[in-house]
C-alpha cells in the first residue's frame, strides 16, 4: 500500500495564478483533510472530507477550495496564488469520522512557492 | 476549543542522554492526545497516542509519554537519544468539532541530538 500521496511534491507560482494539489488514499478511510505548515506554527486545519460528499471549513480555509472526488481522492485549489500561501501543504487521511480516536496518516507533503 | 502548548521550540540533547519533550494541553473534556515525529522533508508519523486506556503510553523507537491529567501535561520522553532522533516533534490534541475529529497541533520542537 502507497498509503497517502500528494502531486506535485514541488510547486513555484506567480501571484494570481491558479492550482489544484492532489492528494489519494489506498486505506480506504473515509476522512481526509489538508492542513497547511508554517515555520513556529505547526499545521493548521484548511479543509476536511468527514466522507464522501461532504467537505467542511478548517482553522484557515480563505483563499482555497476543496473537491472530494470520490472516497479515495481529496484535492485543495488556490484559484489566485498570494505569496501569504508559501507554504509546505499536507493530506492526511483516517478511518472514522466521528467515533473512536482514529490516527490521521499524512502524505510526504506539497512544498509551495508563490512569487 | 482545545489547545496545545509546546515548551521550547528547539531542544539539544547529547547521544545517549535523556530526551524530554514539554506539551500541555487545555480541554474541557477527557481529550485524545497525539505525539507525530517529522523528519526532515518528510510527512508527519505517528510516535504514539493517548486514549485513556493507560496514562503510561509507549510509542515506536523507544519513545514513550506520560498523560498527567492534575498537570494537563503529556511530556515525551526516551531515556536514551540516537542521532537518527534527530526531528521536529508535534504535540497534538483531538477534539471531535463538526463533522469530524481534528487535530489541533502544537507548534513543534525540533530536536537537536549533539555527538
Known amino acids: 500500500n502507497a498509503g497517502v500521496t500528494q502531486t506535485p511534491k514541488f510547486q513555484v507560482l506567480k501571484t494570481g495564478q491558479s492550482m489544484t494539489l492532489q492528494c489519494a488514499q489506498d486505506m480506504n478511510h473515509n476522512s481526509m483533510y489538508w492542513y497547511r505548515q508554517d515555520p513556529g506554527m505547526g499545521l493548521r486545519l484548511i479543509y476536511y472530507s468527514a466522507s464522501e460528499g461532504t467537505t467542511d471549513k478548517g482553522e484557515v480555509p480563505n483563499g482555497y477550495n476543496v473537491s472530494r472526488l470520490n472516497k479515495r481522492e481529496f484535492s485543495l485549489r488556490l484559484e489566485s496564488a498570494a505569496p501569504s500561501q508559501t507554504s509546505v501543504y499536507f493530506c492526511?487521511?483516517?478511518?472514522?469520522?466521528?467515533?473512536?480516536?482514529?490516527?490521521?496518516?499524512f502524505g510526504p507533503g506539497t512544498r509551495l512557492l508563490v512569487l | 476549543a482545545q489547545s496545545v502548548t509546546q515548551l521550547g521550540s528547539h531542544v539539544s540533547v547529547s547521544e545517549g542522554a535523556l530526551v524530554l519533550l514539554r506539551c500541555n494541553y487545555s480541554s474541557s473534556v477527557p481529550p485524545y492526545l497525539f505525539w507525530y515525529v517529522q523528519y526532515p522533508n518528510q510527512g508527519l508519523q505517528l510516535l504514539l497516542k493517548?486514549?485513556?486506556?493507560?496514562?503510561l503510553v509507549k510509542g515506536i523507537n523507544g519513545f514513550e509519554a506520560e498523560f498527567k491529567k492534575s498537570e494537563t501535561s503529556f511530556h515525551l520522553t526516551k531515556p536514551s537519544a540516537h542521532m537518527s532522533d534527530a526531528a521536529e516533534y508535534f504535540c497534538a490534541v483531538s477534539d471531535l468539532s463538526g463533522s469530524a475529529r481534528q487535530l489541533t497541533f502544537g507548534s513543534g520542537t525540533q530536536l537537536t541530538v549533539l555527538p
Open positions: 493517548y486514549t485513556s486506556a493507560a496514562t
Open positions: 492526511a487521511s483516517s478511518e472514522a469520522g466521528l467515533a473512536g480516536v482514529e490516527t490521521q496518516y
